[in-house]
């Protein structure tokens, strides 16, 4: 279990204090995929450099399987950072090495021998589907292969965190599904508990069972994806789950057209379009005018503008259908949006 | 000035000169640049890790007053004009070769002139490394001898090498300039026959060996860096 305690860091710049963290409070359980996510600059980076002391946090503490980290010494520090290994978005691999000799690094300076610390780093890259690589150079290799490379240098230690900072972000959506695919595998496979660093939702979407929100080094929310995701409360997080923004524009008035604002606020997604839907069920052909929503899980977040021709009471069924649908708001929109 | 450098009889002059006494000039001009060479490398290396990892954000940070004389020796070696640097370390170059004279006497004021250089060379470098690579071997554990021995070091091969490429056409040149006080080689024989003696063919004979010689090390230099370079696909 990794626990942060009132865990607080400022940098002192030329230009003033920087608060990177302020009084963030997490715990991960062992073995679970927990997601961290943020804008750039919302000090990601510098929380998950805290976890292995890479920076030294000025307040706060952090203890690993009851352990403050903090108060190792430079000595005992370098030897429990073996056990809470890293991976990073530049991938960070020795360029001058083979990816073999990547993967024996961290087994080097550990002091393995070098006959078992190439056969340990064989079967690493095994694991991460790259043997064929063994003797190539990184920059001979794709993004995902780099990346890969350092997943398996990152396991040689068999540690039992692996912090991954913006792991995917330098990759492409293919490429990034089947890092992470990887990633769980690891997770599931070794039990190793992972703490991933993105601000890309659909990351933490894929693989993470629970997610804090930081914004300007503020955890603004934490729990379960699905219920963070789903009802997300602070700017932050809205900023996060609608990237593009839900404000709508609302186009041009024609004619006796009526407007109504739908807001899905986790309704169950179906097979069938819902406004389709009920263009069968009720006869009612809606206009969607704008739509701002995704899917989360199986859930629908976001709203929608329709245009509705009929009058009165064609806006009342439409509002009728939709509600019943649940987890739906309908709301009638005048001229002055 | 020139007139009748290039004639048959200034050829006839040169001809023993040049068939006697190059060989002999060439093979220790080469061999001074080399040995100088060698032992600023020895010496500049270890003071440019220095230079780079004792550095307030760096792997291993020294206090700032060490790293200000250091800074400060090296700026002042490297400002010493260097036939003026040759007569200061006399005194040295006794003590150690047992004479301020000859081929062998000139390696130490080229070694003491170039190992600054050398250092600052090696500090540039150094700090051309991605720093998220030193990050990444901390966060695996790495201590900072080991950084700089498994990673600082061997990373910066290529660069190294292209800068060591300039440190020995460098100490070439200076070796023929130690040529003036009493130093060996292609530098002596241009100044004996050339300046003192008005024997301009083989003053330039002398000066297009030198080139030649320049050549070749930047040559073998560049490519031995490129070949040694794994970032290059291939
Ligand atoms: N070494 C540092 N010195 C000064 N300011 C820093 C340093 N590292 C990070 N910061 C500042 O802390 C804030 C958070 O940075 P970072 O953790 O890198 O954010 P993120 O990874 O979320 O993009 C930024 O404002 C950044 O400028
Ligand atoms: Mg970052």
Known sequence: ?337 | MFDGTFSFEALQDAMPILLNEFPLAVWETVYVTILSTAFAIIIGLPLGVLLVAGDKNGVLPLPRGVMSVLGVVINLLRSVPFLILMILVFPLTRLIVGTTVGTVASIVPLVIAAFPFVARLVESSLRELDPNIIEAAQSMGASPFQIIMKVMIPESVPSLISNFTIAITTILGYSAMSGIIGGGGLGKIAINYGYYRYQYLIMFVAVILLIILVQIFQSVGDRWAIHSDKRLKR
């Open chain 1, 1 to 337: 279990m990794i626990e942060l305690k009132h865990l607080s860091k400022s940098f002192v710049t030329a230009d003033g204090k920087v608060e990177a963290l302020k009084d963030v409070n997490l715990t991960i359980r062992n073995g679970e995929i927990y997601g961290i996510i943020g804008m750039s600059g919302a000090g990601k980076s510098t929380l998950v450099r805290c976890i292995n002391m890479l920076e030294r946090p000025t307040e706060g503490s952090v203890i690993i399987d009851d352990r403050d980290i903090g108060a190792l010494s430079e000595n005992e520090l370098r030897r429990i950072r073996r056990n809470i290994t890293m991976i990073f978005q530049g991938f960070n691999l020795l360029m001058q090495r083979t990816c073999l000799k990547n993967v024996c690094f961290p087994l080097e300076l550990a002091g393995m021998n070098r006959a078992e610390a190439k056969k340990k780093a064989m079967e690493l890259l095994e694991t991460v589907g790259l043997p064929d690589k063994a003797n190539s150079y990184p920059a001979q290799l794709s993004g995902g292969q780099k990346q890969r490379v350092a997943i398996a240098r990152a396991l040689a230690t068999e540690p039992e965190v692996l912090l991954c900072d913006e792991a995917t972000s330098a990759l492409d959506p293919k490429t990034t599904h089947s890092i992470l695919k990887l990633i769980r595998e690891i997770n599931r496979n070794f039990g190793i508990t992972v703490i991933i660093i993105t601000h890309q939702m659909s990351v933490i979407e894929e693989v993470c069972e629970r997610v804090a929100i930081l914004d300007e080094g503020v955890v603004v929310e934490e729990g379960e994806v699905g219920s963070v995701f789903a009802n997300p409360r602070s700017a932050a997080a809205r900023r996060l789950v609608f990237p593009e923004g839900n404000e709508i524009i609302v186009p041009e008035e024609s004619g006796d057209e009526r407007r109504l604002r739908v807001v899905f606020n986790g309704a169950e997604a179906t097979t069938k379009p819902l406004i389709t839907q009920m263009a069968v069920d009720v006869g009612i052909a809606a206009n969607i005018l704008s739509a701002s929503t995704r899917c989360i899980g199986d859930k629908v977040f976001g709203n929608m503008l329709l245009g509705v021709d009929g009058g009165e009471e064609a806006v009342a069924k439409v509002c009728d259908y939709l509600q019943k649908a649940g987890e739906i708001v309908v709301e009638e929109v005048k001229n002055d949006v």
